[in-house]
């Protein structure tokens, strides 16, 4: 099956901080989502980006689904950002759920 | 609904016990899926429902493990004899998945019930 990697593990950064989480995905997908779990574990849709640069608020993505990717930037992190990233997947072929990547642990300290 | 609701939110069962764990999921969804989170894990798929039917159960772990799907809405999760490695989130979510247009559509979790066998 499709395999996602995330990088990196784990990040710690600064109230105000900017930063790039990148996903890498081995085969051609449908679909890619960005999740962020917060610390009560609700799993938050931030963006469905299968391809192109999406903007929200302080957030935006960008997938090269040519080149099998996706980054996603957090510009002036807050507190609240702190939680999980996940990547997901659905891949192209026949492939009828999404796979998950292992995840960015983000820390934001004031 | 509005959203993807799940219950209960947390469930304390005692080893050897049944458990239940409902989903309701957004209204005119055809799509819903389990996972399910171990602590500090990624989530790890369990089945997929289209419509009433289940075409991918494969992420089941045991045959402790059912699930069904009613009216192409509420979806309940039975876990039979439960284990102590059965503790875990149970996540549900939903999306217009079809054929036609090949998940290009996002998904929707519930907030899950945090299952702890003791």
Not at chain 1, 99 to 107: A, D, K
Request: with cysteine.
């Amino acid at each position: 099956g499709i395999q996602v990697e995330q990088s990196p593990p784990d990040l710690i950064l600064q109230e105000g901080a900017n930063s790039t989480l990148r996903c890498n995905f081995s085969d051609s997908v449908n679909n890619l989502q960005w999740f962020h779990q917060n610390p009560w574990g609700q799993l938050i849709n931030l963006f469905y980006i299968p391809s192109g640069t999406k903007q929200n608020g302080r957030l935006s993505a960008t997938t090269v689904a040519t080149e099998r990717y996706s980054l996603l930037y957090i510009s002036s992190s807050q507190t609240t950002d702190s939680g999980v990233y996940f990547c997901a997947v659905l891949g192209a072929g026949t492939a009828s759920k999404l796979t998950f990547g292992t995840g960015t642990r983000l820390q934001v300290t004031l | 609904g509005a959203g993807v609701s799940q219950s209960p939110s947390n469930k304390v069962t005692e080893k050897g016990k049944d458990v239940e764990l409902r989903c309701d999921p957004i209204s005119g969804h055809t799509a819903l899926y389990w996972y399910r989170q171990s602590l500090g894990q990624g989530l790890e798929f369990l089945i997929y429902f289209q419509g009433n039917s289940a075409p991918d159960k494969s992420g089941l772990p045991s045959d402790r493990f059912s699930a069904e799907r009613t009216g192409g809405s509420v979806s309940t999760l039975t876990i039979q004899r439960t284990q102590q490695e059965d503790s875990a989130v149970y996540l549900c979510a939903s999306s217009l998945f079809s054929v036609l247009n090949r998940g290009r559509d996002g998904y929707t979790f519930g907030s899950g019930t945090r299952l702890t066998v003791v």
